[in-house]
């Protein structure tokens, strides 16, 4: 199931590594290659949750996020929520899958296709580590983003609404590659911050972990994840 206790120490922190996956083989296969050496250097009690929507319906990564957290406490007291995107494989062995005591950590703060720098100040996208106090605190996230971007500024403004504050990882330290299997986008397009469709203000606290609604389909281990299946 993806699950790893270090075999010769108690580890001090257990972390829940939660991606929301759409039939994204190879980058998969790639962040599995990566991820299960880097944790387990790091010494973490950890498993490795996929969640995944059924259907062919547009993609809705911050409502599949909030299932996995859901079910990722049902089986272990996380210290740790780690959000990650599957594309994305950390550089740096000293950037730790733990959270930060008082605030939510963006732990993507320098990926390889922004150049190493943060595209906006409020960005909260790629990988991110929160306690579960904080995620409830904050109403984890909404449910009613459909199809792709937008969803993180709608989060970072969350945890400000929740009277919290963003503690980012060192530029140095939170180092990301992107994996782009994409040949023909050689050229990039110069990135954009995605609309707002959303009055987050008024909606945070009726649009969250308090009105999320799904079916479990299945949940089946696997040697190097849990995949969870929703409706």
């Not at 957290?69 to 740790?80: F, I, L, P, S, T």
């Not at 299997?181 to 990039?188: L, S, V």
Request: charged share 25%.
């Amino acid at each position: 199931g993806g699950h790893y206790r270090p075999p010769h120490c108690f580890a001090r922190y257990k972390s829940a590594i939660l991606v929301a996956y759409r039939s994204q083989e190879k980058y998969l296969r790639h962040l599995l290659y990566y991820i299960h050496p880097f944790l387990q250097r790091q010494q973490l009690t950890y498993t490795i949750y996929l969640i995944q929507q059924v259907g062919t319906g547009s993609f809705n990564r911050a409502k599949l996020l909030n299932v996995g957290v859901r079910e990722a406490m049902k089986d272990e007291e996380w210290d740790c929520l780690v959000l990650h995107d599957v594309d994305l494989v950390p550089e740096n062995d000293y950037n730790l899958y733990i959270c930060d005591e008082y605030y939510p950590k963006h732990m993507a703060s320098a990926m390889d296709k922004f150049q190493y720098t943060l595209p906006y100040k409020s960005f909260f996208g790629g990988v991110s580590a929160l306690t579960p106090e904080h995620y409830m605190k904050m109403n984890g996230f909404p449910n009613t983003y459909w199809g792709d971007g937008g969803e993180n500024d709608d989060i970072a403004t969350r945890i400000h609404l929740a009277g919290m504050k963003i503690v980012r990882t060192s530029p140095q330290l939170g180092r990301y590659r992107v994996m782009d299997y994409n040949e023909e986008t050689e050229i990039q397009e110069p990135w954009k911050r995605p609309p707002s469709r959303h009055n987050t203000r008024k909606t945070w606290k009726a649009d969250g972990m308090n009105t999320l609604q799904f079916r479990l389909l299945s949940r089946t281990k696997h040697p190097l994840y849990t995949k969870i299946t929703v409706d």
